[in-house]
């Protein structure tokens, strides 16, 4: 069985940091009438007014699967969700949209046969209090949600046979959209502030290390995945994916050889624990091996790229 062709898409989140740039390479892919965005609340961004754009909620059933009919959406790629710091902030919303929104996700896609694209997070990890193993045990809510999300894509493989795919993103940097409530903000602020203010209060501590991933990858590793033939895939919806560690001391090393006077300063708070409950590094064989992954940036390319962007960006705001 190969991969089915993309006719018609929906993109939900699309005004998220993801949705927007994945909203565009579709378009590029597909053409603009082809690639459907929906927002929520979010105003969709200038970039995506060239083709259609509508809002709606994932938690309100009877709306979403309107909008799937009107446009004959054989492909979703769901990215709408309730990220760990704003989880944290509202766990029961959190839960409501990460795993009720995505239960109508998938039962749209079964009785429609749709293809799905159902991102997870390296928030799925966590430490095992006793041996301090890295393991599938969140500490927060989002972390749950992932987790739990995870385990019903893969149920809906296996008994309804959704081609439902999903990728363990790390923390995502990118200067197009600002990112939303997650633990790895301060990776993508603090490019905002060296070229602002030139110094940065950072909220986790300098030797904290985390996975990361420019937002160029993170595009292609999605597309890469969707486009791999379904016979090669050995998992489904819980890929891991890395291209980069790096502590924060080291980016803010990074910005600094670029920017003259560039200080960064770090202030933990709550989001430390969270930062703290993930892994340093993942492990990604799979992808390579399934569908050949294979990240181009890492961080000073990565440095360049987002300081020669952002400079072009905040100049015009
Ligand atoms: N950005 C990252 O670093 C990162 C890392 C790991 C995983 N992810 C995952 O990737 C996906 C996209 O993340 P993102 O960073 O683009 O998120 P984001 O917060 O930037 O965007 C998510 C969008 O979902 C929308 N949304 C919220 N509730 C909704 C509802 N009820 N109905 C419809 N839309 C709703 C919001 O308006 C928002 O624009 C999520 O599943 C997230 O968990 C992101």
Redesign the pocket.
Known sequence: MHTREQKRVLI?????????ELTIALRERLGNENVIG?????KAPKELEEGPFIY?????LESYEKIVDEYEIDTVY???????V?GEKNPQ?CY???LN?LYNILEVARKRDQRLF??????VFGNDEETGEVVLKPTTM?GVT?VAGELLCDYYYRKYAVDVRG????????WK??????T??YAVAIYYEAIRNKKYECFVRADTKLPM?YMSD?IKGTLDLMDAPLENLNQHSDYNLSSMSFTAGELAESIAKRIDGFECTYVSDNRQEIADSWPDEIDDASSRNDWNWDPAYNLERMTEDMLANLEIKLKEE
Not at 78 to 84: G, K, N, P, Y
């Open positions: 939900t989140g699309a005004a998220g940091q993801i949705g927007t929906m927002g929520h609340r979010t709606g909620d994932i938690n309100d769901h990215l709408a969700a309730i990220l760990s704003t919303l409501d949209v990460n929104g159902c991102p997870s997070s390296i928030a989002y992932k990728i363990r993103y790390p923390g995502l940097i990118s959209t600002e990112p939303g409530g997650g790895t903000d991933m993170a």
